[in-house]
């Protein structure tokens, strides 16, 4: 199925660090490798020898650097080994206390050191081993490389008789360019999850029918595209029957099922032909940590602080035709089984954290709705576009990345221009605790009211689309800020630059929760003070009006309201599922982003100051223009005068 492949990744080169033991053999080996010979009175350290590129295969220069295994050398073999791309551990063939110290110093060093690079386990002065003395390394070396699975490789080699020296220093460069920890779990003996779900996208990509099958016309194309040549018929059908030998469901009439192509890769690598498969990641744009690569994933755009990114129709009609192939009992809703399928090509599901994990609605039996599946991907794309871009290439949008993105006007253009064309909107969510946000929030997501709900320790988002009258939906994304961090949030430069709306809850019967309240909405439009970048559309909200209000609350938020020219707080009670279109309202102040924003007395004082400023610029303008009307009237009175004389 493939012909011997040539690196194609981003590497240019691979730096090999050799430790180990004082005697083991380190310099001898290094030596023997560059000048094939081998050589007594060497120097206790060799400088920096580079392996010319075309001594291997992948022909990608090797550069080893020789260590001491002195104490007073210590900090600097430690910098070596932080700097290195793989590292060989030597021991002496004929001396067994040295095969002891790679798991009782070495190995432990390296993980002291957080070196997470392979590891090549070479035995040197093989040619010293004692004859009578018999050694099976499988049983010495395999309790070894159960307990560090950073070991790729042992072999034993001689520098005397230059037996296996290359092949050491080929596994070492091999380790780096095709490593085996992505694709193949040795303990178990079976791919990686990631490597799967790779495959099974590529496999995705190569089935043009779509029936589940690649055909032999498929399987050429993918033969093509990942090494450049065609299988011979012939080569085909010695394909199919290897793989339905082995795994009989892996060949239907179809030709090459997913299960046949998995188990193929599986056998190259069990093989050792790490190689051929890695030729086949990389060709269809993996990074070594089976994720695509960053050229891949370049956004058309830059945004600046002000500006979001949203979903293009296109990309929109596509997630719906995904979500509608897997709802395969067609209740408008997915299983979590039927989520994992439908990110079964992407290295793992992007919503199995925070702030995505529980942000959407689902139904009671956990199930994600196409308005949730829709919400996570609008969420997705404000928080992190480029994460969204990746996983809409994996789970198989095939169009140009620029088709997917949209690109917002600046919150501040919006401003002038009194409206604005976003169709996804943040909102971020303050108050004391105990104010009633997370009731506010779980509502928002069709959760039931509960007397339990927690304090919320943490920000929480929550996301889902707001019907509006006419029939648009728009989609409003919760964020809620925790009391105590508000200070550290409103101490970065742009932290309200991604701010559509602020909305400040508290406890209508509490004067601690109001008085609270109204102190994070001084703080909130201070910041809109600094700049006019910073200005936002700001709301109250009433919570708990199931209880009795506190009566100075009352009065006193009426006043703030009307002295700071926003609206009067939004009473609400989600105990009665009272939400006095609250959601709606902060959309709607959303959409008119010069509304709502706080007169603050610098914010007044600048507006006079402004008004003052024009009507000087008006009187003197008057001014001159009388001036003008003057001179023009005496020099037209000068001119008749003269002309009369």
Not at 51 to 69: H, K, N
Not at 163 to 174: E, G, N, R, S, T
């Amino acid at each position: 199925m493939s012909v011997q492949p040539t690196y194609s990744g981003r590497r240019t080169g691979v730096r090999v660090v050799v430790a180990g033991d004082r005697g083991t053999g380190k310099s001898s080996l290094i030596v023997a490798l560059a000048t094939e010979t081998f050589a007594d009175n060497l120097p206790p350290v060799l400088p920096p020898t580079t392996l010319p590129a075309d001594l291997y295969p992948d022909r990608i220069p090797v550069t080893v650097i020789d260590t001491s295994s002195s104490m007073e050398s210590s900090m600097k073999r430690s910098e070596e080994l932080k700097r290195a791309d793989a590292v060989m551990l030597t021991y002496a063939c004929d001396q067994p206390m040295t095969l002891s110290r790679i798991s009782s110093y070495w190995l432990p060093e390296l993980r002291r050191l957080e070196v997470n690079v392979p590891v090549i386990l070479v035995g040197c002065k093989l040619d010293l081993r004692d004859e009578h003395d018999p050694m099976s390394m499988e049983a010495v070396m395999t309790p070894i490389m159960q307990r560090y699975r950073e070991i790729e490789t042992c072999i034993e080699c001689s520098a005397a008789t230059f037996l296996q020296v290359p092949d050491a220093f080929y596994y070492a460069q091999k380790a780096v360019l095709h490593p085996t920890l992505p694709l193949f779990d040795q303990e178990t003996q079976s791919l990686q999850p990631r490597c799967v779900s790779a495959l099974r996208r590529i496999f995705t990509l190569c089935d043009h029918d779509m029936d589940g099958a690649l055909n032999d016309q498929e399987l050429n194309g993918f033969q093509v595209k990942c090494f450049n040549a065609p299988l011979q018929p012939e080569e085909i059908i010695g394909v199919q029957r290897v793989v339905q030998e082995k795994l009989p469901e892996g060949v239907n009439e179809n030709g090459l099922t997913l299960d046949g192509f998995l188990f193929l890769h599986a056998l190259f690598i069990e093989k050792g032909r790490l190689e051929t498969t890695w030729a086949v990641m990389r060709k269809f744009g993996y990074e070594d940590d089976l994720k695509l690569r960053d050229d891949f994933l370049t956004l058309p755009f830059k945004a600046a602080p002000d500006q979001s990114v949203e979903l293009t129709t296109e990309a929109l009609e596509f997630l719906r035709g995904i979500f509608r192939l897997h709802d395969t009992d067609n209740d408008g809703a997915v299983r979590p089984t039927e989520l994992d399928m439908l990110f079964a090509t992407a290295p793992e599901s992007p919503w199995s954290e925070i702030p995505y994990l529980d942000a959407a609605e689902r139904t009671a039996l956990g199930n994600l709705t196409l308005n949730g599946f829709l919400s996570e991907w609008a969420l997705m794309t404000l928080m992190d576009p480029k994460k969204s871009m990746a996983n809409l290439i994996y789970i198989g949008y095939r169009g140009d990345p620029a088709s997917a993105l949209h690109l917002t006007r600046r919150r501040k253009v919006d401003r002038k221009k009194q409206k604005t064309e976003r169709n996804v909107f943040n909102c971020f969510v303050f108050g004391p605790k105990n104010a009633g946000k997370s009731a506010i929030i779980n509502s928002f997501i069709e959760r039931p009211f509960s007397k339990s709900d927690t304090t919320t320790t943490g920000e929480r988002w929550a996301v889902n689309a707001v019907d509006e009258i006419g029939g648009n939906k728009k989609t409003l994304v919760l964020r809620e800020i925790p009391e105590d961090e508000v200070k550290k949030l409103l101490s970065k430069k742009n932290s309200l630059a991604a701010c559509d709306v602020a909305v400040f809850v508290y406890d209508s019967s509490d004067e601690r929760s109001w008085k609270r309240s109204k102190e994070l909405l001084a703080e909130v439009a201070r910041k809109g003070d600094e700049s006019e970048d910073y200005l936002v559309p700001c709301l109250l909200i009433a919570a708990k009006d199931d209880l009795d209000p506190y009566p100075m609350a009352v009065r006193d938020s009426l006043g703030i309201s009307q002295e700071l020219g926003i609206e009067a707080p939004i009473r609400v009670s989600m105990k009665q599922s009272n939400l006095n279109n609250v959601f709606g309202r902060i959309v709607y102040a959303a959409e008119h982003p010069h509304l709502s924003i706080p007169e603050t007395e610098t914010r007044k004082n600048r507006k006079k100051y402004r008004q003052l400023f024009n009507r000087s610029l008006t009187f003197v303008s008057v001014g001159t223009a009388a001036a003008v009307v003057g001179l023009v009237a005496y020099r037209a009175y000068a001119a008749r005068k003269s002309a009369s004389a």
